[in-house]
Nanobody, 116 residues
Framework: QVQLVESGGGLVQAGGSLRLSCAAS????????MGWYRQAPGKQRELVAH???????NYADSVKGRFTISRDNAKNTVYLQMNSLKYEDTAVYYC??????????WGQGTQVTVSS
C-alpha cells in the first residue's frame, strides 16, 4: 500500500546538476517529515537532508549550499535539487518517511554517479 518511488538519478559530470524526485502514495503525505539519504559502496548510509511537514529543512554539512530539499504536498512529492555535484556525491539516494532512520518507509533508491 505504501510506496515511495524515486526518479531523476543518472550520470553527470562534476560541477553539474540533477534533480531527484520521490513520489509517495499510501500515506497522508502532508503530515510526514521526509528525508533523503545516500549510501556509497564501502560507506555507511548518511542523512543528506530532511524537510519537516511545516517546511523547515536541515542538511548534512557536506551538501549545505549545494543541495536543496523541497516538497509539493499537492503532488505528494519531495525533491532534492543537487547543484555543483562532486565525485564524492556518488551514491544510491533513498527517499524516506519520518525523522528516524530506524522507522518509516523507504524507496528502492536511485543511482547518482558523478564523473570526475
Amino acid at each position: 500500500q505504501v510506496q515511495l518511488v524515486e526518479s531523476g538519478g543518472g550520470l553527470v559530470q562534476a560541477g553539474g546538476s540533477l534533480r531527484l524526485s520521490c513520489a509517495a502514495s499510501g500515506i497522508i503525505f502532508s503530515i510526514h517529515a521526509m528525508g533523503w539519504y545516500r549510501q556509497a559502496p564501502g560507506k555507511q548510509r548518511e542523512l543528506v537532508a530532511h524537510i519537516l511537514s511545516g517546511g523547515n529543512t536541515n542538511y548534512a554539512d557536506s551538501v549545505k549550499g549545494r543541495f536543496t530539499i523541497s516538497r509539493d504536498n499537492a503532488k505528494n512529492t519531495v525533491y532534492l535539487q543537487m547543484n555543483s555535484l562532486k565525485y564524492e556525491d556518488t551514491a544510491v539516494y533513498y527517499c524516506h518517511t519520518g525523522l528516524w532512520e530506524t522507522t518509516g518507509y523507504w524507496g528502492q533508491g536511485t543511482q547518482v554517479t558523478v564523473s570526475s
